[in-house]
């Protein structure tokens, strides 16, 4: 195993699963399994193999259920050195931008590492680098699945852009490095924060990112897999290659 990274990893697990229902209704999504192995173990596996042992986890839907799963994970060898904790969404989820807003109390101030639980994928964290001075994300960017074909970001030597008809287009691979001041709209000194957790996406953030000239991207060419619907998994049963 590599020496400790400093880094710490955002792991998006708080999701419903509604196009995976009727799977969801008692599994919550980042317990389905692929080759006989729970999605987000795949992603502590691969955190854990680029050196990156302190995560955060943030749950809701059935999240009990990914508590007792990642904590006697925990216990077994190759798993001891991680240090997870867990940003619980208790009425319900808070979407990408909430949960993450929610959370940077546990990530701190630094840049880290987000993934989110329901992709299936090779990627390798330890390529992921880190942020440039002033730069407040770098997304990592795959070839258009069939079920996106236009893509969602455009890439511009290594700099993220605005998708259009005439650019190169790329789908967000559910990977990315952020630093918590892309959300510095939404930190308000503790005395004065709000007891409701506010529900938002982080996408209108990492776009006024891109406005701002602040914002990177990598493009990942291996194995990559949004585990959205039945019908995929299914799929991605047949057809993809067991993870290592």
Not at 80 to 86: D, E
């Amino acid at each position: 195993m590599p020496e400790g990274n400093a880094m710490k990893a955002l792991i998006f697990a708080a999701g419903r699963g509604e196009r995976l229902k009727p799977l969801t209704d008692t599994l919550p999504k980042p317990l389905v399994e692929v080759h006989g192995k729970a999605l987000i173990q795949y992603h502590i596996e691969a955190l854990l193999k680029a050196g990156i042992t302190e995560m955060v986890i943030n749950v809701s839907w059935l999240g009990q259920q990914i508590i007792d799963f990642v904590t006697r994970l925990s216990t077994q060898d190759g798993f001891q050195q991680a240090n997870i904790q867990f940003s619980v969404e208790r009425e319900y989820p808070l979407e990408t931008g909430g949960g993450m807003l929610k959370a940077l109390p546990l990530l701190g101030e630094a840049p880290f590492v987000v993934v989110n639980a329901d992709v299936y994928t090779d990627f390798d964290f330890s390529r992921i680098g880190v942020l440039p001075e002033g730069q407040l994300v770098k997304l990592i960017l795959v070839e258009n699945p069939s079920h996106n074909p236009t893509g969602d970001f455009a890439l511009n030597n290594q700099h993220l852009a605005l998708k259009t008809q005439q650019s190169s287009n790329f789908t967000y691979a559910g990977i990315g490095l952020y630093h918590p001041n892309i959300l510095a709209a939404h930190r308000v000194p503790q005395s004065a924060q709000c007891t409701v957790p506010v529900v938002f996406s982080i996408v209108p953030h990492i776009k006024a990112a891109i406005a701002s000239k602040q914002a990177g991207a990598q493009l990942h060419t291996g194995q990559w897999h949004d585990v959205g619907t039945l019908e995929r998994l299914h799929a991605l049963h047949d057809a993809s290659t067991p993870l290592g």
